[in-house]
């Protein structure tokens, strides 16, 4: 397995990364819409991380597959490697009380220098320059020193001792707020992959919960190396889209890492870059030079995937299924066409598939993996059914 920290010696700082596209066509945020029924948003993850169903879409022909989730193993093949986000969810969520009483809200997002914090607040407008907010009983206080716009404010935090094992105790996992209902035990394991290490996210990197550390095995018996890189998940992957047109939207940074040694395994491999989840497919495309090769290093993305985006580096795709209107749904409409994934989507509501983060999952891939990473066209495809439902 490839992954880990990069070194002092070996690692390029990137930077701050950022690939806004030029027009392409005049794309709406409301050509991303569909129709979900509220009850099949999953409010509570598999009895089994490896029960979920798994939508096969291959995405040059628009066919759909239906499958069980340790299928993944089948449709990998020896030479691919496949890349995890290795980010680990921190308990960012903070309940606290106004001095009138009334309910308040911060969720860290990241650090920003010294003791401050990036954070959305709700409610925002109570959260204004000066004001102090205590949570855990006054173990840990929170100064608002900067506000940002939709919600964002810049906390200064006050406490003793380490503030990540604090949080563990008065924090509460982030789960997104179409998870009606408050946090339990168990969510502090199942909001977070097996392979989680290197705290730092807002949320949880949703492609990757599937996995157990035995499928993993069965990967690598396969021939397939796993390797891990970092993106912290925040508000670039979770904040909603409130612009008209699709290339209005900002995408707000998130931090990367790409190891070197994983960027050698990746430039050498014989069979396809597979990324598991968007946030590994932004960082390994944000890390890719034109020709696919991939930097090691880190810095800070703001990669905006979008139909008429060349995909440089990733050939398949392991991913859940996402929010309407959001920029994760645009990413994957990049990857494999606007009209197939609607379709696809269309087809795993008929069927019954559970959706967004504790929900089902889609594989999506196709092709000549020597040349898999061309920009697919629009169209829909037939659907068959593969495996056990």
């Known amino acids: 397995m490839i992954g880990g920290r990069t070194s002092g010696a070996s690692r390029e700082v990137l930077g701050r ?96 220098g010294g003791s401050r914090w990036r954070a959305l607040a709700r409610p925002a407008r109570w959260m204004k320059k000066g004001r102090v907010v205590e949570f855990g009983g006054g173990r840990l206080r929170a100064t608002v020193t900067a506000t940002e716009a939709d919600g ?28 009606r209902r408050e946090a339990e035990p168990d969510d502090r394991k199942r909001y977070q992959t097996v392979y989680a290490r290197e705290p730092g996210a807002a949320a949880a990197p949703t492609a990757g919960l599937h996995f157990t550390p035995e499928l993993l095995e069965a990967v690598a018996a396969r021939g397939v190396t796993i390797g891990y890189l970092t993106l912290h998940v925040g508000l670039g992957t979770f904040q909603p889209v409130r612009v008209e047109h699709v290339e209005e939207h900002e995408m707000h940074a998130e931090h990367y890492r790409v190891p070197k040694q994983l960027a050698d395994v990746i430039n050498a491999r014989t069979g396809r870059l597979v990324a598991v989840g968007t946030t590994a497919t932004r960082a390994l495309e944000t890390a890719a030079d034109e020709g696919g090769a991939i930097r090691a290093g880190e810095g800070r993305s703001e990669l905006f995937i979008y139909p008429g985006y060349r995909f440089r580096a990733v050939q398949a795709m392991l991913t859940n299924f996402h929010l309407p209107r959001s920029t994760l749904l645009m990413m994957v409409s990049a990857f494999a066409g606007r009209e197939r994934i609607l379709a696809a989507y269309e087809e795993a509501v008929r069927v019954g598939y559970r959706f967004y983060s504790y929900g089902d999952c889609m594989f999506v891939h196709g092709g000549d993996p020597t040349t898999d990473i061309r920009h697919p066209t629009e169209g829909t495809g037939r659907t068959t059914n593969s495996g056990s439902r």
């Open 152 to 179: 964002v404010r810049i906390v200064e935090l006050a406490h003793e001792g380490e503030l990540l094992p604090l949080l563990e105790e008065i924090g509460r996992p982030p789960l997104p707020p179409y998870i």
């Open 17 to 112: 990364v950022s690939a806004k596209l030029p027009t392409v066509s005049a794309l709406r945020v409301d050509d991303f819409d569909y129709e979900l029924p509220p009850d099949r948003i999953a409010q509570y993850p598999a009895e089994r991380r490896d029960a979920s169903r798994l939508l096969e879409l291959r995405r040059d022909t628009g066919e759909v597959t239906h499958r069980r989730f340790p299928q993944i193993v089948e449709l990998l093949r020896p030479g691919d490697v496949l890349v995890l986000n290795d980010t680990r969810v921190i308990p960012a969520r903070l309940k606290g009380r106004r001095p009138s009483g009334g309910d308040l809200e911060l969720l860290l997002l990241e650090p920003v």
